[in-house]
């Protein structure tokens, strides 16, 4: 096992992997940016060390910093979380040049699955089954029309190194290609840094099903269930849950064969998502692979009783899955909901103090959160401040338990999107989960009227 380790992010997630590490007897090393001198994450680790001003690009993506950091605090490996730098594949090539390693996957298959063309193609060659579109790149319009009218409209136009909505636009009829594949290009240039896109065929009433998986350095690669996350704003997971509504034991069994198949061949290691999209017939389809823990690993979590962070610090630290999960079962329900510094009808950023501050409690609640009373919600970063999971014996328990922590969860000084998230579960056709990833703009629309 590692003997320090030094935690590459902020807020929750910094806190959720100092609490792993100090579990395995691991000590720890926070790095922080100027704004965040008062945050949780320095105060609770043995060591803490500012990497420069507030802005993200000077600090927590500043590689530079963050490998000074760790070597002067001698440790022997990097955790990245989430966002930020951990699907960085020069990141974690500069880590293994220093002799560090990067808990995370090996820097060939983060940069493979952080190309959604090529993830696309090696995913079909591994056996997944993946949405119609172009075999890689679309290099020119010419071959943006050929590809277009092979697959049939309305498609989907998106970048091919990109995530988040951005350098993404849907084609309904062949007289808005062009402007809108010129469009898309400029934006995934703007946001990537690479202007290439690809073509596939649009799904209209879509769900998000993503599959996580664990693998080891010894070739061996688990499954843990799926996660339902077609609750979306703009392409932003709002809520998610485990098990989907939507997914039956035989599917399941099959797609989950699959995906370990699949990554078996690409000799994958550390955690992972496999996400799919879902046609109301039922079919599933393979739309990218995120290399890294994700926001909502806490309902896999509280499902299958397994802590995703220590088994990635394990794996990566040479233990084998073997040793580390005993038979993986499958117990109720659990529901996450994101709760953003946000206002809940407009979603306008709300920075700020915190004036009070109470989570909940109570059977089946779990709170993810780095804020407390008089902390002060920076501008620079994301919104997310608190992640609430409930559990259950079955969904609707879950539920019930989700609305009673969201009526105990007192933030005061900022706005949040607390109230949003009641709407939701008070819903009819979320209860029922009639609801796709149009569900929420939909919704919000109706009531902007």
């Known amino acids: 096992m590692f003997r320090k380790i030094l935690i590459a992010n902020r807020g929750e997630i910094a806190l959720r992997i100092l609490s792993a590490c100090r579990e395995l007897g691991v000590k720890t090393v926070a790095?922080?940016?100027?704004a965040d001198r008062n945050s949780l994450?320095?105060?609770?680790?043995?060591?803490?060390?500012?990497?420069?001003?507030?802005?993200?690009?000077?600090?927590?993506?500043?590689?530079?910093?963050?490998?000074?950091?760790?070597?002067?605090?001698?440790?022997?490996?990097?955790h990245p979380g989430y966002g930020f730098l951990s699907e960085n594949a020069n990141f974690?090539?500069?880590?293994?040049?220093?002799?560090?390693?990067?808990?995370?996957?090996?820097?060939?298959?983060?940069?493979?699955?952080?190309?959604?063309?090529?993830?696309?193609?090696?995913?079909?060659?591994?056996?997944?089954?993946?949405?119609?579109?172009?075999?890689?790149?679309?290099?020119?319009?010419?071959?943006?029309?050929?590809?277009?009218?092979?697959?049939?409209?309305?498609?989907?136009?998106?970048?091919?190194?990109?995530?988040?909505?951005?350098?993404?636009?849907?084609?309904?009829?062949?007289?808005?290609?062009?402007?809108?594949?010129?469009?898309?290009?400029?934006?995934?240039?703007?946001?990537?840094?690479?202007?290439?896109?690809?073509?596939?065929?649009?799904?209209?009433?879509?769900?998000?099903?993503?599959?996580?998986?664990?693998?080891?350095k010894h070739g061996n690669v688990v499954h843990l269930g799926e996660r339902e996350c077609s609750l979306q704003r703009r392409h932003q997971k709002v809520l998610e849950e485990s098990p989907s509504v939507a997914m039956d034991a035989p599917t399941r069994k099959r797609i989950g064969k699959q995906v370990v198949d699949a990554l078996k061949k690409l000799g994958y290691s550390s955690a992972g998502t496999v996400e799919f999209l879902r046609e109301e017939s039922g079919d599933l389809y393979f739309i990218e692979m995120n290399a890294r823990i994700q926001v909502e690993h806490?309902?896999?979590?509280?499902?299958?009783?397994?802590?995703?962070?220590?088994?990635?610090?394990?794996?990566?630290?040479?233990?084998?899955?073997?040793?580390?999960?005993?038979?993986?079962?499958?117990?109720?329900?659990?529901?996450?909901?994101?709760?953003?510094?946000?206002?809940?009808?407009?979603?306008?950023?709300?920075?700020?103090?915190?004036?009070?501050f109470r989570v909940p409690g109570g059977p089946g609640i779990r709170v993810d959160t780095a804020s407390y009373s008089d902390a002060v919600i920076p501008p620079y970063y994301d919104s997310l401040i608190a992640k609430i999971i409930a559990h259950g014996n079955d969904r609707a328990e879950a539920i019930a338990r989700m609305n009673c922590a969201l009526e105990g969860f007192i933030v005061e000084g900022?706005?949040?999107?607390?109230?949003?998230?009641?709407?939701?579960?008070?819903?009819?056709?979320?209860?029922?989960?009639?609801?796709?990833?149009?569900?929420?703009?939909?919704?919000?629309a109706v009531a902007a009227k």
């Open 92 to 216: 974690a090539e500069v880590c293994e040049a220093s002799h560090i390693t990067f808990i995370g996957p090996a820097p060939d298959a983060i940069r493979l699955m952080g190309e959604k063309d090529k993830a696309r193609e090696a995913m079909a060659a591994a056996g997944l089954p993946i949405i119609p579109g172009s075999a890689g790149v679309v290099p020119d319009e010419d071959a943006a029309k050929k590809i277009a009218a092979e697959i049939g409209y309305p498609v989907m136009i998106k970048a091919a190194e990109g995530g988040g909505g951005r350098g993404m636009r849907i084609v309904r009829h062949a007289r808005e290609l062009i402007p809108l594949f010129q469009t898309a290009k400029a934006e995934a240039q703007q946001a990537f840094g690479s202007p290439n896109v690809y073509i596939e065929k649009l799904i209209e009433h879509p769900r998000h099903i993503e599959f996580q998986v664990l693998g080891d």
């Open 31 to 34: 790095v922080y940016s100027e």
């Open 298 to 356: 806490p309902v896999t979590e509280m499902v299958t009783g397994v802590d995703l962070v220590k088994s990635q610090i394990r794996v990566a630290a040479g233990e084998k899955l073997t040793d580390i999960l005993g038979p993986i079962e499958f117990r109720g329900h659990a529901i996450e909901c994101r709760v953003n510094a946000e206002d809940p009808e407009t979603f306008v950023p709300s920075a700020g103090r915190i004036t009070a």
């Open 414 to 444: 900022i706005k949040t999107t607390i109230p949003l998230h009641k709407k939701i579960l008070a819903d009819p056709d979320f209860i029922a989960g009639k609801f796709d990833t149009h569900f929420l703009d939909r919704a919000l």
């Open 41 to 78: 994450h320095v105060r609770f680790a043995d060591e803490a060390i500012c990497i420069g001003p507030p802005r993200s690009s000077e600090s927590y993506l500043n590689i530079p910093q963050v490998i000074s950091a760790a070597e002067i605090a001698n440790v022997d490996a990097i």
